[in-house]
């Protein structure tokens, strides 16, 4: 679901940007909006590899130590 | 109670606004890295704070809306004129002033109905159809 989620929120990202750089034709903000886009395509997966560190390795961890594997 | 696929899609809908809204909360720091980057300091120094600072404001943001997504919407309290705040006299009074102003009111006629065009006509109870409307026209005032 993290996955599913993140990759959503990159592809619209990266739509909304596409979109406001069609609409601008000025050299210098086209490269403030792609390192703009850059830095939160980043962050963003910065956001998903902790969620998932703190939601699925857990969980997998137990798993593993209980030798009982339950996906909850 | 939701169905599961309700609960599902509420709680995919949540996860997708938080992903959006942590993206959204970088953009002060892109824009700052962007401003470094086009006056030639796109150098890791520049990069790994603000990148810091992108990764800070997504994640209170994150722990701010987690939160506030679980909360209910606020309920539309309707105020009640009558029970508190004018008192007896004056409700009374308001009751018996527009059984005056009330009839003396002209009622819209049936052309000017027509002009406004977004109205839902009602006859007998029933909401008319424009087809039951054109059929009713001859006999409406």
Known sequence: ?72 | MSSRLDSFLRESGKLYILYLSAGVAAIPAGLIYALFAVNGYDRWWTAVPCIGLGFWMARETWKYLSLRLQKPIAPVIAINVGAKGFGVRFTAAAVVASAFVVPAVPLPTWAAVQMTQNVAVVWQGHFATTQDRNALLPSLP
């Open chain 1, 1 to 72: 679901m993290h996955t599913l989620n993140s990759t959503a929120a990159i592809l619209s990202f990266v739509v909304l940007s596409w979109l406001t750089e069609r609409g601008v034709h000025t050299i210098l903000l086209l490269r403030i909006l792609e390192f703009i886009e850059g830095t939160v395509l980043i962050v963003v997966l910065l956001v998903f590899a902790i969620n998932v560190i703190y939601d699925l390795l857990p969980e997998q961890l137990r798993n593993v130590i209980t030798s009982r594997f339950v996906f909850a």
